[in-house]
């Protein structure tokens, strides 16, 4: 176990001079790097060598250490504190992002996001009717099977109506600068996370705030609701993950913490897909972003191996938990610096997990290899068993892609780390969470969306066996992929949005094509191109329609029938929030629109990437 350091030596950061000077040159410029991973990547070029090194031989806190510090005591240590000599070879910007990326939350983010501060609290601390029960759209995929299909019952919206829909109110994320958490929508309340760490409980129909509690970092996971089994203040309670790897439960009607528990330990950890409540147990799934760090020669890279983890979700116990690289990362030689370099490692688990009722399994897709040679459970879809986690079959998408391009590798050859990969592969992670669907006959097929623009149809009753395969691009994929956050399904088809511009319908039976729409780029009033449209968030449906968002910040609502598109929407603007925060939308390159009681809700802000806009609000859309 490494060694834990005393609070008084934690901002005891150490910087090693010839590092930060001739490495910035050694490894030459890199490409546009996302613009939260700012951080990530100075403090991997410049930090990494005494923090996070034990080889280094130094008595410098660990990574996980410092993120217990708020992102003001980083700041103010690397600016007029203890660490203000090797601070000043960064940027303001640079120490502004790596006290951030540390801390897990914006600055000034501390005490603003507060409920009990905001102007808008609800009158009442209300009822919570039964979560479970429509109209309701709970967790990120609606259903268990991660259809994100909202039946006619529960979406109290048609699709006459969709192109009558108006906005209602917006609420602004105070402190936010990226909107990427989706709001859950049970009990006649909107539950939401945001990038300061706060989860906020909402009026469905006003946008009052009944409550807000802040995690110990930026929440991105949809919020799953469901029945407690002990009492408290209500009946149910929520939980959803953060990015420092923290799960949470907390009382849904008060916001009053029930649990946490920490499922990984790897100080790059973090958890991005939601995680799956089915019968009392949280299905948890873990990613990382170690492979930003391997751009440091100093860092022995690479031992992060994503995993799923299921929780007991009454007290919060871990029940089992299963790395989907079996093989533990082991030493394989070391570098030019003297670095230890490890193999294998990788496969982060970036979506929410698929529940299978009839065979009591689970389904996740993996990313990518960090190290090579990868490992033959990345680019995967992979079945776990539910009781026992044991991991029943692996299909495997894309094999030998081991990739470290946020790490500078694929940017540009003169200037590569020795710690990158050999051959660079294509980064096709499996991405998105598998969508479960019924054919006729009582067949069953299994959809694996890949970033690489193709989607597999698998069957779950045949350990996975190839059905059939879709190819809905040639076109090679950017950095985000061509399907980023996935698809929804229908009876009969299902629809997938590409960050080429384009949004597709398959047939589920078959995977054939049944309509192909191109995605028009924004204009201005001149009509000259503004953003080059790429719709890349998840796509959600409702009977005949299908909602998009886009990158130039375009929410679209496209026929289920024909793929004519019927409503649009421009978000990337200013609005007057019911909470007084000033906010404005931005790019939605993440998390879909859910749909429930009548209404539509939808986030804009995702502005992770150059190029891109963060905002921060949440709006609510209804029938004119």
Known sequence: MRKQFPRRVVLTLCFSASFCSARAQDQGQVSPVPITRVGEVTFARHCAVCHGNPDAGLQAPDPATLAQLTPEAIYAALTTGVMRVQGQKLTDEEQQRVAEFLSGRPLGSAQAGDAKLMPNRCSTSGTLHDPSAPPSWNGWGVDVENTRFQPASAAGLTSEQVSKLKLSWAFGFPGGVSAWGQPTVAGERVFVGADTGYVYSLSAKTGCVYWSYRAQAAVRTAISIGPLSKPAASKYAVYFGDLKANVYALDALTGEPLWTTRVENHYTARITGAPKLYRNRLYVPVSSIE?????????????????????????????????????????IRKNANGAQLWSPAGAAVWNSPTIDVKRQSLYVGTGGSYTEPAAKTTDSIISFDLKTGKMLWAFQGTARDAYLGLAGCAQNVSSRSENCPMVEGPDWDFGSSAILRTLPGHRRILLGPQKSGNVFGLDPDRKGALVWKAELARTPPSTTGLIAFGGAADELNAYFALTSGSMAALKLTDGKVVWSTPVRAKTDRAG????????????????????????????????????????????????????????KGGSMGSAGAVIAEGMLFVGSGYGLYTGTKPGNVLLAFSPE
């Open 528 to 583: 000259q191109l503004v953003r080059t449209a790429g719709p890349s968030a998840a796509v959600s449906a409702i009977p005949g329609v299908a909602f998009v968002g886009d990158w130039d910040g375009t929410l679209r609502a496209f026929s289920t029938l024909d793929g004519r598109m019927i409503w649009e929407y421009d978000t990337a603007q200013e609005y007057a929030t019911v909470n007084g925060v000033r906010a």
């Open 291 to 331: 492979e930003v760090g391997a751009w440091a020669l100093d860092y022995p890279c690479c031992t992060f191996r994503g995993s799923v983890a299921a929780l007991d979700a009454t007290s919060g116990k871990q029940l089992w938990k299963s790395y989907v690289i079996r093989e533990k990362p082991r030493p």
